[in-house]
């Protein structure tokens, strides 16, 4: 039963970003996630009501689309909101309070034992966390290439006055109009663009390669620790710090590092750990070289889960950072299926080591995706294809 309404959640994520691929570059990143708020909430409350599995798994499948247009909207629209030098920071701060509502959720389950009313109060929670999205401002960059110039002027203004800012409007030049008057937004003009931009292409292949792997990780890690820690109450708590700690420590190390780096970084320390985690090493009470190894490798795993979601941000221009997101993050859906296949039944099938060898291969087969990838760190972001194009000609193939 677990299984099949983590499935249909996880099918309703799928579903959820295959639509707003199309809906944050068309629609408006701030509409759609509007919608995904209103989607999820419903979900949500209609739980209230719920006394039949069947009737669960149709509110899972539809929270599932909700969340992840809400999620993956806003963060877009962050993104391109936030100046370049506090990307970081912010992105950092948003994984963390990621994190921190693992608690609230677990709060909400010990202190309302009744699951119809917890169903409630989660609606209630997730209304409340969410309402300010409503008050947000939507992205200029998004008008810029919509061509609506006139509305761009207006999210810069509504920005001003948030800063207190004075500007005279009329004597003001936005730089970055003109780059997408040539093309007309559309789906068809985003994949003739991925055709006639190999640059483009590969980047966006790449980025949907990591983020399926990372996500393989990440989701093996959270269904599968019944299988390598001892007690799996201590196991879970020990790995929420662990995340927690990741989200705080990759703020001063993508900093120091960059996103290229810190990514190539964080991805062979993954890669060690599982090949520190092979051999059959007993620590007593249950312990193992394995257990300690895993809880070390989720904060490498969780600082890449987070550091791709800002690096996807910067690498795929304005045109195209709906469609990328989405498609991207759809991959990390099918990742997420695998994930606890690997942890959970592969070692059953054959060995311990089987599994373990594919993660740590596969984690260095990331890093070298991340290799290929640009560096992105306080640089404005790219507007369009060719933006891509002409800054994949100063990149550099040197770590």
Known sequence: AVVSTQSTGFAGALTGLLLSGYLFDHFGRKRTAILGIA????????????????????????????????????????????????????????????ALGYPLAAGIGYFIPNWNYMFLAASLCYLLTSFHIFFLIESPRYFLVKNEV?????????????????????????????????????????????????????ETCITMGIWAFVAMFYYGFNFGWSGIIPDLYVGYLMAAVGEGLAYVLQIPLISWLGRRRAMMFMFAGAAACYLVAMPNVQLGNGWTLE?????????????????????????????????????????????????????????????????????????????????????????????????????RKKHKYKI
């Open 150 to 202: 006139e509305s761009a002027k207006a999210a810069f203004q509504a920005l001003a006055r948030m800063n207190d800012l004075e500007i005279n409007w009329d004597k003001v030049k936005i730089s970055d109009v003109g780059k997408a008057q040539v093309r007309q937004q559309s789906v068809e003009q985003q994949l003739k663009d991925l055709l006639a931009y190999p640059s483009l292409l590969i």
């Open 39 to 98: 989607i999820a909430v419903t979900a949500v409350f209609l739980g209230t009501f719920c006394h039949n599995y069947h009737f669960l798994l149709t509110l899972r499948f539809f929270l599932g689309v909700g969340r992840y247009m809400t999620s993956t909207g806003v963060f877009i629209l962050t993104m391109e909101l936030v100046p370049a030098n506090f990307r970081n920071l912010v992105n950092g701060w948003a994984a963390l309070l990621w």
């Open 291 to 391: 257990s300690v190894s895993c809880l070390v490798g989720i904060v490498f795993v969780s600082g890449a889960f987070s550091g791709i979601y800002l690096w996807t941000g910067e690498i795929a221009p304005t045109t195209h950072r709906g469609l990328v997101f989405s498609a991207s993050s759809s991959c990390a859906r099918v990742g997420s299926f695998i994930g606890p296949f690997i942890f959970n039944n592969l070692a059953q099938e054959t060995h311990k080591t089987v599994p373990l060898a594919i993660l740590a291969a596969v984690a260095l087969i990331c890093g070298a995706g991340s290799f290929m990838l640009v560096e992105t760190a306080d640089r404005d972001i790219a507007v369009s294809a060719r933006d891509v194009k002409e800054r």
